[in-house]
């Protein structure tokens, strides 16, 4: 018996798209809506407000990808999935 065929997965290939340390449409989303509260108000409160909002963002979305590099596109897709889920706990046991 010959060994088992080994394929090389290139680690560039499926490497998570992540920015910061999160996920990158949600760290540049958060980016933009901090910026865009320190850049309207133009005081120093706001300014120390987008400032704090983003450091505690970015730690939570760094945490988040940390778990799960995708967690963002799972949850969106456990939510529309939600009406589907049956009652039991396998399709073929039937109703009781």
């Not at 060994?3 to 540049?28: D, I, K, M, S, W």
């Not at 963002?72 to 009652?87: E, F, T, W």
Request: glycine share 8%; charged share 15%.
């Amino acid at each position: 018996m010959s060994a088992l065929r080994q394929t090389p997965l290139y680690r560039a290939l499926h490497r998570p798209n992540l920015f910061l340390g999160g996920e990158r449409e949600l760290v540049l989303v958060t980016a933009i809506v901090c910026g865009g509260v320190t850049v309207s108000a133009l005081n120093l409160v706001a300014t120390a407000i987008g400032v704090g909002v983003w450091m505690v963002a970015i730690a939570l979305l760094r945490l988040m990808a940390k778990a799960d590099p995708q967690m963002s596109r799972v949850y969106l897709r456990q939510i529309g999935y939600r009406a589907y889920y049956p009652p039991r706990s396998r399709p073929e046991r039937g109703a009781l």
